[in-house]
């Protein structure tokens, strides 16, 4: 029980903005291990941007503004980790010659035209989805949402090797395949008590394909891995789960 207490502290204090003390005798490969708690922090963190979005209905905040406004909380509480990959990939990606200068570009904290297209598309296109779903549905949307995008993070660690030999994914570790199976219990789990069987079933797949198909374009562009890569995928899914939620519960 104790190494999924300090499992949760290190997860949420990866994934969110909020203080947790550091767990006793932590070690490098902790890390890795806390991943298999990802898709339950990722719950919470959707939960208080759904009750927020409600809060701001109820007090009369049109639908387009309330979402705004929840995303935009939703960053502020995870300082905006995925956000953050997700603009360095598309800067990387779309501007780099070779994987080397890619990977230069992915490491430099400047926000270039891709990342800041990428963030644009990102952002209205979540927008539109939630401001889409009813009062009835937000909460349970977005915890399923952000269960599934970092979900699927730990089977892309393991899937793919390092592009470089230091930075955030090669210092954290690898979970190893019993850590991703049990991260994607919790996802699917969380999914069916949030959502509709058949559409918790469709929602898993396209966090599923989401993650594929970042997977196999981060090996075409840089041969690996990334944190960046990572923060990219979880973006990627998510807006792609909302975009099916929306169209089918909207």
Known sequence: MREWLDDLRIATAFLTRLPMPHPDGARPESFARA????PLVGAGIGAAIGLFCLLLRAIGVPDLAAAALAL?????????LHEDGLADVADGFGGGRDPAAKLE????????TYGALALVVSFAVKLAALAALPNGLVV???IAAHALGRGVLPWIA??????????LAANAGRPDGGIAAVAAGITLVIALLALPFSTALLAAIAAGASALIMALLAKRQIGGQTGDVLGGAEQVAETAILV?????LG
Do not use: E
Not at 244 to 248: T, W
């Open 35 to 38: 991943q298999r708690l990802f």
């Open 72 to 80: 935009g909380g939703g960053a502020l509480l995870t300082g905006a």
């Open 105 to 112: 570009i992915m490491r430099d904290s400047r926000l270039g």
């Open 140 to 142: 349970q949307s977005l």
């Open 158 to 167: 393991i899937s793919l090797p390092y592009a470089r030999k230091d930075g």
């Open 244 to 248: 099916l939620l929306a169209a089918r």
